[in-house]
């Protein structure tokens, strides 16, 4: 026989459950809230949106780049990185982000490489006023 102790959820009338469906939905919302960044206004359109990011490209976006006025598609520092150590597109979107374009990227060789790590040196020892984290214009 059944014992008295259990409660079978099949004796649960199919509205009741539905009702207790309906009132926990609402809360389910506010348990996971989305990351959400203030003042970034992205809609990835870049300057540099299907043409060659190359450091050239990268250095113009930087030169105009402002880390006081918040980020967007048109405002953002090319050589950062985000926590999985990748480089941001054209637009300043990285990957994974839904708005993500993959760049079209120039040839490289051993010569080219070491010519950017010689401007990576420079503009890492050079900051721009304002570029650190939680800035508005940075990640």
Request: proline letters at 10%; glycine letters at 10%; one cysteine or more.
């Amino acid at each position: 026989g059944r014992r008295p102790d259990r409660v079978s959820h099949n004796r649960i009338p199919t509205k009741m459950k539905l009702a207790l469906a309906l009132l926990c939905a609402p809360a389910v919302a506010f348990m996971a809230p989305a990351q959400q960044t203030a003042g970034v206004v992205m809609y990835g359109n870049g300057k540099y949106d299907d043409k060659l990011w190359d450091m050239a490209a990268k250095k113009d976006v930087w030169g105009e780049w402002d880390p006081n006025s918040p980020r967007s598609d048109m405002n953002f520092n090319p050589f950062e990185r985000d926590v999985n150590g990748n480089g941001p597109d054209c637009s300043g979107y990285f990957p994974g982000q839904g708005k993500y374009k993959d760049p079209q990227r120039p040839s490289v060789d051993f010569a080219s490489m070491m010519a950017e790590k010689e401007v990576m040196a420079e503009i890492e020892a050079n900051p721009k006023a304002g570029d650190k984290p939680g800035a508005p214009g940075c990640l």
